[in-house]
């Protein structure tokens, strides 16, 4: 039963991540306005902040969501056949636990938003908003292109201090094959040949800049904020019916199950992203008719768009033994400090207590570790500083799209551990190689290449498992349901081989095919690859690159100023409102759509914000 501790706020945002989190920050800018935040999350652990300790908090029940999907046309080696979907779940979302890359995508992307009726997207409008929030970092090892970055904002974007040397090579890898060197995050991305650099991230003197340490720590000692953690909402309230269907609260559960509500004067805000937005409207009674009933959930408002059109980018890892090039895990676990080394998996031992009697060799290699990790600690510096996803091109296959670039190839400077493979990434090692033991081997020096089309048509959808909202909703990602998405994938991975056949120095060593795959396609080793043998890999073994979007997409479940169509007081801002993916990684669009939301909810309330960089 509902507790008797109800408030009322003047605006109520629901879930504090990469949107919520800006969103909430910048409206409590006027005092005036009350303004509750509701995450299920808390927050972020001290890991968090550490650029190379990522992976750490997936599939950990505190901070990530642990979602898994029906992966359609693709997933056919991965465990059970399906796609892990982590999310954020603690102050700062998924920027809490992404791998800190910052793109924007490609202007055509929201010229073509635009195109389609999202007034008020086009690369015009938005580019002030990217500049709002963007406080970049000087780096003389990127070109940047000045006029469309800022210096001043709160969120931390750099370049990882060192750079790491096999990421340079990615960089002249590219250039050598004819994708030039420049700033892909610059108003002009180099027409179809595309763009190459090493990565800006979203990282401040080396540690992580979520939304949450750039937006909302700073705005979390003001009286007019009520942040309210581990509040998992399960539902939108709503008064009246019909066209008079008006958002007036919101009704959650703390840890110990206790029912609350919270009733909004002025509106809910819903950014609980790509998954948990279109659950929570399906939850709430907003979405197709017939799917509601089917599962006990009383329809208020028949929005057959709802959850539908998801969108997600797909990579599929090329593996190389690199000897002198790649990083080695043995070098990451080093970085880390002391406790990355400890027993099961490292030689020191599992209990600190008995480091007293460690062999010379052993206290040498912890005094080493203790070293690496106070450098990076004190000065940012150091293998810890960046998610080790350190370059970057994109380019157009000339397969279509020719409004942005179709293609993004990602590169990983080390090759994870056999864990990580087997319960990140639900891939079993023993199945991808032939020899484990040595590709993964601790001191093996690896690098990964990572084809990834970012233009798929094909298209998922979110629906209801249950009417109980702690249910995970079913997640269909329906990869491949589009040919052309085949096509584009083997295209982007033919030419992520041509920058890796132009590889400076000694090069890199021979493609490490499955052996099933192998022996099916009669593929040996040093062969130039198939298409069919490509293809084949990619249905097996692509990777989610994590950037789910448009469940709630602009022109089919909000309008364009975000408000949900058919409802009063109740908007949506998070990655769902994209109307199609971009042409990149998601996170700073995301923020972008925080920035934006909270002007355009600013001026329908009167709020007074600080700055206001939209164009009327
Ligand atoms: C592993 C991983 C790596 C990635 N790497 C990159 C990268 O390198 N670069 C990049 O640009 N993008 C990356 N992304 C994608 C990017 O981070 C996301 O697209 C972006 O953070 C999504 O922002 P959002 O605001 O839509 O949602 P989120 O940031 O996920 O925020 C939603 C918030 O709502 C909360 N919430 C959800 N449901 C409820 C509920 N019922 N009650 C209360 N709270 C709720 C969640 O806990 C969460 O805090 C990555 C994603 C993942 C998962």
Redesign the pocket.
């Known amino acids: 039963m509902p507790d008797q501790l109800d408030r009322s706020f003047d605006i109520i945002i ?7 989190a800006v969103i909430a920050a910048r409206l409590t800018e006027d005092p005036a306005v009350r303004v509750a935040l ?4 808390g927050p972020p652990p001290p890991e968090e902040l550490m650029p190379a300790a990522v992976s750490s908090l ?1 599939l950990n029940p505190t901070t990530d ?1 642990m979602y898994t999907a029906d992966a359609g046309g693709a997933g056919r080696g991965l465990t059970d056949g399906r796609m892990m979907v ?10 809490g ?7 924007r995508g490609h202007p055509g992307d929201f010229d073509a938003w635009a195109d389609g009726g999202a007034t008020g997207w086009a690369y015009d409008d938005v580019l002030p908003y990217f500049k709002k929030s963007e406080g970049i970092q000087p780096s003389g090892d990127i070109v940047v292109d000045a006029d469309a970055h800022n210096t001043e904002g709160p969120l931390g974007v750099s370049v990882r201090t060192p750079v790491i040397g096999a990421a340079q090579q990615f960089v002249s890898a590219a250039a050598a094959a004819g994708i030039p060197t420049g700033d892909y995050n610059g108003r002009d991305r180099g027409g179809p040949d595309g763009v190459a650099s090493l990565f800006q991230t979203t990282t401040k003197d080396g540690k992580r800049s979520s939304t949450f340490h750039a937006f909302l720590e700073p705005a979390m000692g003001r009286d007019n904020l009520t942040v309210i953690t581990h ?3 399960r539902r939108i309230l709503f008064d009246g019916g019909g066209d008079g269907l008006t958002a007036t609260g919101v009704e ?1 559960h703390t840890a110990d199950g206790t029912i609350h509500t919270v009733t909004a004067t002025k509106e809910v805000v819903l ?4 998954i ?1 937005s279109p ?2 409207l399906l939850l709430s009674g907003v979405g197709p008719r017939d799917e509601l009933s089917a599962v006990g959930v009383d329809c208020v408002h028949d929005l057959p768009d709802v959850g539908k059109h998801l969108k997600d980018h797909l990579h599929t890892g090329l593996f190389f033994p690199a000897p002198g090039v790649g990083v080695s895990m043995t070098e990451v676990a080093i970085s880390l400090g002391p406790d990355a080394l400890r027993a099961p998996a490292g030689p020191l031992p599992a209990d600190p207590a008995d480091d007293a009697d460690l062999p010379p060799e052993l206290a040498g290699l912890k005094a080493e570790a203790e070293r690496q990790l106070i450098e990076w600690a004190t000065t940012g510096t150091g293998l810890p500083s960046s ?1 080790l ?1 350190d370059a970057v091109a994109f380019f157009n296959t000339g397969l279509g799209d020719e409004h942005t670039h179709d293609a993004q190839v990602g590169f990983l400077v080390c090759g994870y551990t056999p864990e990580i493979w087997r319960v990140i990434f639900r891939m079993d090692p023993d199945e991808f190689f032939e020899d484990p033991a040595v590709a993964l081997a601790p001191d093996a020096e690896v690098v990964v290449v990572l084809p990834n089309p970012v233009q798929p048509r094909s298209e998922g959808e979110v629906t209801l498992a249950s009417a109980e ?1 702690t249910d995970a909703p079913v997640i269909r990602l329906n990869y491949f349901d589009d040919p052309h998405d085949v096509a584009v994938m083997i295209a982007t991975m033919r030419r992520a081989l041509e920058i890796v056949d132009h590889w400076p120095g000694a090069g890199l060593g021979t493609m490490l095919v499955p052996p099933t795959l192998a022996a099916t396609h009669g593929h040996r080793s040093g062969d130039v690859p198939s298409d069919e043998l490509l293809e084949d890999l990619a249905r097996h073994y692509a990777l989610t690159v ?4 448009s469940t709630c997409r602009i022109g089919s479940v909000v309008d364009a100023d975000l408000r949900v169509r058919g409802t009063a007081n109740l908007r949506v801002a ?3 409102v994209m109307p199609s993916v971009v042409s990149g ?4 669009a ?1 923020i972008m759509i ?1 920035e934006k939301a909270a002007e355009l909810i600013a001026a329908d309330h009167d709020v007074t914000l600080h700055e206001i960089v939209g164009r009327s």
Do not use: F
Request: aromatic share 10%; charged share 10%; glycine share 20%.
């Open positions: 629901i879930g504090g991540g990469s949107a919520g509701l995450e299920a999350g997936q969501w982590p999310r954020g779940k603690m102050l700062g979302g998924t920027s636990l992404n791998y800190m890359a910052y793109v509040a998992h909402v959650y950014s609980a992203g790509a948990g659950h929570l998610s996803y909202p994590y950037h789910e979007t998070d990655a769902s990684n998601t996170n700073a995301c925080g």
